[in-house]
């Protein structure tokens, strides 16, 4: 166990931390009894069995099986080492750090990282201190002003203006000590043919993207003057992932789980006009189609996403294919359309937001009532002669819908408007249906899609069919009381000689032996916070979600020894198939004085089954 924090630091934090504030930022929970439950971050399902546990302080997730603390929950929901989760917990507690002996250096990569993400928050701090106090400013502030934000808006959203002359930015940077590596890789600055440091950015408005806990990471960027592209985003670098993030999240997250909705935009500019109307819950795109893992950010807190997209036939390409991606991920989706040419921002800022609401979000068509629409476009002689090449495209629309409702209403719907039968649509849809289960048996990997790159490798339930047997069981029983309880961790410690049989309870009760070595008392959080073995971990944690509440431990101390027992019955048992197998093969043999110790082992071993308690033998 590799711990290098104070443990009273430790149990300082967790008193403040609440596992369910921390869980929430990612997952919307709902109460189910004593625990909360949502869809899990970690895999992709549409039910939930992602389970939270206040009173006990841990997850668990019944799907995928993972499981922890709050601390684990942030290593791996974003990706952090042990000790930057505890930082994270700190600063949110309000806690100063401990100072740490010997601290690793948590490894170059997040050195690295944070020194980008410290260059790259000057930069957006630089940009805007031109925008609100410079003349090199003016014509984007006036460029905001015109698009109607305030000032107070655009320095909520530290919105910026990149200099034209091209080295304003490098050139501060420089003298800020930032090396010309670190201003190259953070995407700010590139080197000339002649070897010259240049501002990435020139002449632009810009918009300082940030990760999902509101640290600028990149920008986009839009030309003030003609300049191409009219829009320029930061490059990939080792913070920015233009497909794994989406413009606004961490502002609107709050909003969209306590709407359950969050409106999907195209550009910077809605977002943010829209937030400025008070329409909090509104992200966009990178100028780019919507990806699984942007998707995936919506699906953790939103349980309805809404498209609010251009009416011209690009905005309404792009709208398909996000409902494609949104669908795969089994999100519900919405389409509102604008009228064609009429950004979302302007009409809000005309209208209001009230009206927004009641005339754009509230008449969103569902997805499928919005592709049936699309497909009118593709066939303009539906309602004619090309009334039965649409219905054949149509029912392989409605056989995409997961929803067998929607599916159900739709061909009515359609079967009244284009005077055909009933049942020959559903003898129809129930054919595409047939053909779409072979193809899925065949391609599952959107079901393997993970939001979270760590992947876990235990046993889902499901899979594991056979019953686990009587001494397993009672490994697994002795597993969760040793957790909970150091006196019984002794116990089962002196009583039992042997290793417990399988490798995930063995690993588990050798944690748990070092634990208790340094341990007076049980503390599962604690312990959970030092295994290092993501495998060990899960486990644990599901025995401990499984587990009674510590006050009625008190009387189980006869079920305990049934359990020590039934164990070294079990390793006894094993023993004597081997000692019989051996006397059988001593007497095929003639081995006579083989067969006589084998003999005599057997009865011994007899005895102890017997006897029910185990010798410590000389031999082993
Ligand atoms: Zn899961």
Not at 49 to 71: E, Q
Not at 367 to 391: C, N, V, W
Request: charged share 25%; net charge neutral; hydrophobic share 40%.
């Amino acid at each position: 166990m590799s711990m290098r924090i104070p443990e009273e630091f430790l149990a300082l934090l967790r008193q403040k931390i609440d596992i369910v504030d921390i869980v929430s930022e990612y997952v919307r929970l709902k109460r189910a009894g004593r625990s909360l439950v949502g869809l899990c971050p970690f895999h992709s399902e549409r039910t939930p069995s992602f389970h939270v546990t206040p009173s006990k302080g841990f997850y668990h997730c019944f799907g995928c099986g993972a499981g922890g603390t709050a601390i684990t929950f942030l290593m791996d929901v974003e990706q952090l080492s042990f000790l930057q989760a505890i930082e994270r917990l700190a600063q949110k507690a309000g806690l100063p750090m401990p100072v740490i002996e010997d601290r690793p250096a948590d490894d170059l990569y997040s050195q690295k990282r944070s020194q980008l993400l410290q260059i790259t928050d000057l930069a957006a701090k630089f940009y805007n201190h031109i925008l609100m106090n410079h003349d090199a400013g003016t014509q984007g502030l006036t460029y905001l002003l015109n698009r109607g934000l305030t000032k107070k808006t655009a320095a909520q959203f530290e919105l910026g203006v990149s200099p034209g002359t091209g080295r304003t930015l490098t050139d501060f940077l420089r003298r800020r000590q930032f090396s010309v590596d670190l201003i190259e890789e953070a995407g700010l600055g590139f080197l000339t043919d002649r070897g010259e440091l240049r501002d990435r950015f020139r002449g632009r408005v810009m918009f300082p993207i940030s990760d999902i806990q509101g640290r600028t990471i990149g920008f986009g960027a839009r030309a003030l003057g003609a300049e191409e592209p009219k829009y320029l985003n930061t490059q990939e670098t080792p913070l920015f992932k233009k497909g794994n993030v989406l413009y606004g999240y961490s502002r609107a997250r709050q909003a969209i789980r306590q709407t359950g909705k969050v409106l999907l935009l195209e550009g910077y500019m809605d977002v943010i006009g829209l937030h400025q109307s008070g329409l909090l819950n509104a992200v966009a795109t990178l100028g780019t189609a919507l990806t699984p893992e942007q998707a995936g950010l919506l699906r953790r807190v939103a349980e309805e996403v809404i498209l609010v997209y251009d009416g011209d036939s690009a905005g309404r390409q792009a709208a398909q294919k996000s409902i494609q991606v949104l669908r795969a991920l089994q999100v519900p989706v919405k389409v509102a359309q604008m009228p064609q040419g009429v950004d979302p921002d302007e009409w809000v800022r005309e209208q209001g937001a009230e009206t927004f609401r009641a005339n754009v979000l509230e008449t969103a068509m569902g997805a499928l009532q919005f592709e049936l629409l699309m497909l009118t476009h593709k066939h303009p002689d539906h309602m004619s002669s090309g009334r039965i090449e649409y219905l054949r495209e149509a029912m392989q629309i409605v056989a995409n819908e997961d929803s067998s409702i929607e599916r159900e209403a739709t061909i009515e719907w359609l079967s009244r408007t284009y005077s055909i039968s009933l049942s020959a649509l559903r003898e129809d849809l129930q054919a595409q249906l047939r053909a779409k289960e072979k193809r899925s048996q065949t391609d599952r990997s959107v079901k393997k899609w993970n939001t979270v790159s760590r992947a876990y490798t235990v046993e889902r339930p499901s899979d594991n069919a056979k019953l686990p047997a009587k001494h397993e069981v009672a490994e697994r029983q002795l597993l969760t009381y040793m957790l909970l309880d150091a006196a019984i961790a002794k116990q089962v410690e002196s009583g039992l000689a042997t290793e417990f049989s399988l490798p995930i309870h063995s690993a588990l009760q050798a944690y748990l032996y070092t634990f208790y070595a340094d341990h007076e008392a049980a503390d599962p959080e604690l312990f959970l916070s030092g295994v290092d073995d993501p495998e060990v971990l899960q486990f644990a944690t599901k025995l401990l979600h499984h587990a009674p509440e510590t006050e009625e431990l008190g009387s189980e101390s006869g079920a305990i020894r049934d359990y020590i027992q039934c164990v070294i019955a079990y390793g006894v048992e094993k023993e004597l198939a081997t000692v019989s197998m051996q006397l059988k093969l001593a007497s095929e043999r003639g081995d006579i004085a083989g067969m006589k110790a084998m003999e005599a082992e057997l009865w011994r071993l007899q005895r102890e089954l017997s006897a029910g308690v185990r010798e410590v033998r000389a031999r082993a």
